[in-house]
């Protein structure tokens, strides 16, 4: 199936054999990881995993994100991520553990260029602090799945964040992040996002089901529920009083 969106799809993992099945795919153009998704995976050695990963996947753009919480640790980390190859991106959240902003290390990597993924940013408020930080080629990730995860709209957050962006810097592309669902990859195209990062269970939901009709999946739906009831012996009736009647 061909993902016909208006958008940049990147894959959300750390698992190498998942990225290299997935850069066969047409409209993959990039790859994100972060270190929760390395724990899932059971990376051990950080940056044994950049190398393996930039080795078999060096036509694409990869992020890879600092892993200290005080930012001189993160600026050396940074350094040495972004040494691993040139299609590296360096995810630096745009606060600390404690609320400071990470205005000054983003604007310095850039200045020494490092591309940089501002990454965490849960409300449009946060670009304003650092948006005139951003002067090169670099990404800018909201994360709409948390965003919805609080109760509130991520669209507006997103509309407002790509309209700051935009006035800044037009190499800046604007990340829909954390995807929950398939539709999401709808929203952020019509929210004129650049890129959307997508986990490969979505995906392949999405090439399962995308084009399909919503009467014929009604029914496969309804079969399902019987097929389940069924393998588990449930019965709420007397077939044979049922036929004497």
């Known amino acids: 199936m061909t993902m016909n969106f208006a958008i940049d799809i990147f894959v959300d993992s750390a698992n190498i054999d998942e990225m290299l099945e997935f850069s066969s795919k047409p ?3 990039g790859f994100t990881t972060n270190p929760t998704l390395m724990k ?4 051990n050695d950080y940056i044994l995993f950049i190398k393996e990963v930039c080795e078999y996947l060096n036509d694409y753009s ?4 600092v892993i200290s919480d005080d930012f001189n640790s993160m600026y050396e980390e940074a350094k040495e991520i972004s040494s691993c190859g040139q299609n590296i991106f360096v995810k630096i959240p745009i606060v600390d553990s404690k609320g400071n902003y990470s205005t000054h290390i983003i604007k310095k990597l850039q200045q020494e260029g490092v591309n940089v993924n ?3 940013i849960l409300f449009s408020k ?3 602090v650092i948006v005139e930080a951003l002067q090169s080629k670099n990404y800018v990730s909201i994360f709409a799945g948390r965003i919805a995860d ?3 709209d991520p669209i507006p957050e997103i509309i407002n964040a790509i309209k700051l962006v935009r006035k800044f810097s037009l190499e800046t592309k604007v990340i829909w992040a954390s995807t929950r669902e398939i539709f999401n990859i709808v929203q952020a195209s019509k929210c004129a996002c650049d ?3 997508v986990t490969p269970d979505i ?3 999405a090439e399962q089901l995308i084009g399909t009709d919503p009467f014929d999946y009604s029914i496969k739906t309804v079969k399902q529920f019987e097929d389940d009831a069924r393998s588990c012996g449930y019965s709420l009736i007397n077939k044979n009083k049922v036929l004497e009647q």
């Not at 899932?40 to 990376?43: D, I, L, S």
């Open 27 to 29: 409209y993959v153009k």
């Open 62 to 65: 990869i992020s890879f994100e």
């Open 150 to 152: 609080l109760g509130i």
């Open 118 to 120: 501002v990454t965490a």
């Open 40 to 43: 899932k995976a059971k990376v």
């Open 203 to 205: 995906l392949k939901k």
């Open 195 to 197: 890129i959307i990062t």
């Open 126 to 128: 946060q670009i304003e």
